[in-house]
């Protein structure tokens, strides 16, 4: 077989055609991915939240500091007004305040903070306090003697007023006699600094504490990150030191329990790599032995016929040379497709529905010169309706021949050789078989046959033993199986013949909905 150079080879061995600049800068996978830091990662994901919600807690602590700030001056206030609100009475129709000057003084006393009070009568006339304190809104007026606070601004200031209404009708006479209420408005309000004050010495004694932890936060963090990941920088310093040779499994037992199933499949791995070394290792020196049968022959024979003086031995020669080359020639064909089917590509796997029967047939034709010249009987057998499975018409081509070749090498002149497809439509199987009439396979050598350079003992045909082993990696490529049998119609004791069955799942037919399709 003539292989094809590809068609940028063949125009580099053209002289003066230019080579591209850009060909010689290596070429970026579009896939290529930024390799990002294990660490970094974990990093991220615990500091970002942690960045995100301190701002948060210092928002909810100054809230909460402006509350309980709030609460014992409100208290205060709360007491003030009540203390104003019984002081006030009406006398003869008026309203007046029996404020003392240690009552005033109990209003005003205040260090800090500026405090405000105002009596007003039912009319609204001031009766006592400071004229320009801000009126609450008629919806805010509460019921007699319930305090009410609010916040207003007074003379550009922020102030907090508690405020209450009294009943002044009720005072006096009968409380239950229906009598139209006179309201006066009792209030007492203070600037906000002393809650001010409170309010930041309460955040300062909360915020201040974190300013502290959150640096050693981050370095318990910083810490724990690298103790954490320190198992796999060990795990990769014993691996960085293993000797390229080193297949052995890596030894997991001081390695985290996250860690041990990457490991183990590190070790499954291994494994694998160093049967398929081992495999390629043995195939490697079975083909080297294997060529050098023929290499030598080519070799004593080219020799010989440099030193024959005769036309007659010249050509004898000749002919063991080119036996010699033949059989290397079908050696290194065996090899190469026994890589192919070793080998395939995600392409080559591709998988299609094939007809069995047009394959069959069409590869037995090829054959039929071959089994001529050998003077064998060739037939084929096949159903009367089409076979269909799934597969790679190529690599069934090549285990059918490989069976065939493997049939009329084994096969003596004047035996025969069968070809039969046939199917079982109930269990969705087809059947392939090579039957032959040749000595036949002991059933203690039938498990060895398929091994690459595997020979039967006492066997003088010629052949490179991986026929077999290429039919059974093509099989096993395709999920199927291969059995080995006596023939069944075989009545010679001295060639019981063999039967070659290669099992292949049918395809699934087509419903009627897909027909209509």
Known sequence: MNDVPPSGAASADVPGDPVPAASAEPRREPDDRI?????????????????????????????????????????????????????????????????????????????????????LGPRGELIEGDRDMPQPADEDKPQPWNVQFRYAVMRTSEVRIAYTYIDLSK??????????????????????????????????????????ILPVALALIWFALSRGLSPLAELQRRIRERRPDDLSPIEYGQVPEEIAPLVRSLNDMLERLSQSIQVQKRFIADAAHQMKTPLAGMRMQSELALRE????????????????????????????????????TPEAKAFEPVELCELARNVVHDWVPASLNRRLDMGFEQPGHPVMVTGNPTMLREMLSNLIDNALRYTPAGGSVTIRVR????????????????????????????????????????????????VREIV??????????????????????????????????????????
């Open 476 to 517: 096993q490529q395709h999920d199927a199986a291969i059995d080995v049998f006596s023939n069944p119609r075989s009545h010679d004791p001295k060639f019981p013949g063999c039967l070659f069955r290669v099992t292949l799942r049918m395809k699934r037919r087509p419903s009627f909905i897909e027909d209509i399709g």
């Open 171 to 212: 005072q006096n006479g009968n409380p239950s006699a229906p009598v139209e209420p006179r309201l006066a408005l009792i209030q007492v309000g203070e600037t906000l600094d002393k809650r001010t004050h409170l309010a930041n010495q309460i955040i300062k004694g909360v915020i201040l504490p974190e300013f502290i």
């Open 35 to 119: 390799q990002r830091s294990l660490f970094g990662e974990i990093l991220d994901w615990m500091l970002v939240p942690l960045l995100l919600l301190w701002p948060m807690s210092i928002a909810i602590t100054y809230l909460v500091a402006k509350s309980i700030a709030n609460s014992p001056f409100d208290r205060m206030l709360e007491d003030r007004v009540t203390v104003l609100a019984q002081q006030v009475r009406e006398v003869d129709g008026k309203t007046v305040s029996r404020l003392s000057g240690s009552a005033r003084d109990f209003l005003r006393a205040d260090d800090v903070d500026n405090v405000y009070f105002q009596v």
């Open 309 to 344: 003086t005769s036309l007659e031995g010249i050509h004898r020669s000749l002919e063991q040379l080119s036996k010699s080359s033949e059989s290397a020639t079908r050696l290194v064909n065996q090899l190469l497709a026994l890589a192919r089917a070793e080998n395939q």
């Open 423 to 470: 199917a079982e439509e109930e269990q969705r199987r087809a059947f392939i078989e090579v039957e032959d009439t040749g000595p036949g396979i002991a059933p203690s050598e039938r498990p060895h046959v398929f091994e690459r350079f595997y020979r039967v003992l006492g066997t003088n045909t010629e052949g490179s033993g991986l026929g077999l082993a290429i």
